[in-house]
């Protein structure tokens, strides 16, 4: 029997220079590649710092397929560079990997393919298939007798597909109380507001209504997201919804809350002024 993986945290200063230095490096990804969806990345970049070296997720990046380890997906695959990036710094593989982002032959493909890289657990980018196969593992999990549990970043705009509400039903009727959803909730989708496009608040509301221990956040407080994932299961018994309120292009001024990031590529200068934004030296 495997060990149970133990996860790792760092102070929350060190949270913050990693969340700078992550955003840098999907922008100077975007640019070497070509690749968009730049804003959508930035948004949840605080939430994957969290999961990943704030003290919650129990993973071994030397063993990326230990059984006892907690599931962690990224639904809004459109955002896979950040969850790269954030892989290559907790160890699962090594960081000039992310120089091939988006290119042939890289085991970093725009959107996450299956078994593509070490760390990645599934196939996303369709929306709204990652909550159904993070409640298919939860169950697994119950069945099976494992104390893993599971993460699901999914996207506002993904909450629009009704395959999202069916998973979000049946979880609370098998008491997944090890099933966690974090929502980052940027307030933009494609192709306008994401309240505009879909009628989603008050979605802390909706996910209550469906059953769910749900609550809000700042979704780029890293420190009270580590702290609010690491209390799941969080002693009701039901499974645990977490929507984080974020910014689009967040921690780039030009870039903030500017839906043109969602397909806009950044031009050399404005890696430059990102850069300096961003105080990397």
């Not at 605080?46 to 990326?64: E, H, K, Q, S």
């Not at 209550?208 to 209390?231: P, Q, Y």
Request: charge should be neutral.
């Amino acid at each position: 029997m495997n060990a149970t993986p133990v996860p790792v945290a760092v102070s929350p200063g060190e949270l913050q220079r990693l969340s700078r230095r992550i955003r840098y490096k999907l922008i100077e990804m975007s640019h070497r590649s070509g690749a968009p969806h730049l804003g959508s990345a930035m948004s949840c970049t605080d939430i994957l710092v969290a999961a990943y070296f704030g003290g919650v997720v129990r993973i071994n990046p030397t063993d990326p397929q230990d059984p006892l380890r907690d599931r962690f997906i990224l639904s809004k695959g459109h955002a896979a560079s950040a969850l790269y990036a954030t892989l290559a710094e907790r160890g699962f593989f090594p960081r000039d990997w992310l120089e091939t982002f988006a290119t042939r032959g890289s085991p970093l493909a725009e959107q996450p393919a299956p078994n593509c890289a070490p760390g990645v657990e599934l196939a996303t980018g369709s929306l709204g298939h990652g909550l159904p196969v993070g409640v298919g593992m939860a169950l697994a999990a119950r069945i099976q007798k494992r104390a893993y549990r599971v993460f699901v970043v999914m996207s506002d705009g993904e909450c629009n597909e009704g395959s999202v509400w069916e998973a979000a039903m049946f979880a609370p009727a098998c008491r997944l109380d090890q099933l966690c959803v974090v929502v980052d909730y940027n307030k933009w989708q494609a192709t306008g507001r994401s309240n505009d496009v879909m009628s989603l608040a008050p979605l802390v509301k909706k996910w209550e209504a469906f059953g769910w221990s749900a609550t809000e956040i700042d979704g780029h407080d890293v420190t009270n997201l580590a702290a609010a994932m690491s209390r799941v299961p969080d002693g009701t018994g039901k499974p645990v919804a977490i929507v984080a309120h974020t910014v689009k292009g967040k921690g780039v001024s030009f870039m903030e809350d500017d839906n043109n990031w969602h397909y806009r590529i950044p031009k050399a200068g404005e890696v430059e002024a990102a850069r300096k934004e961003l105080g990397i030296e």
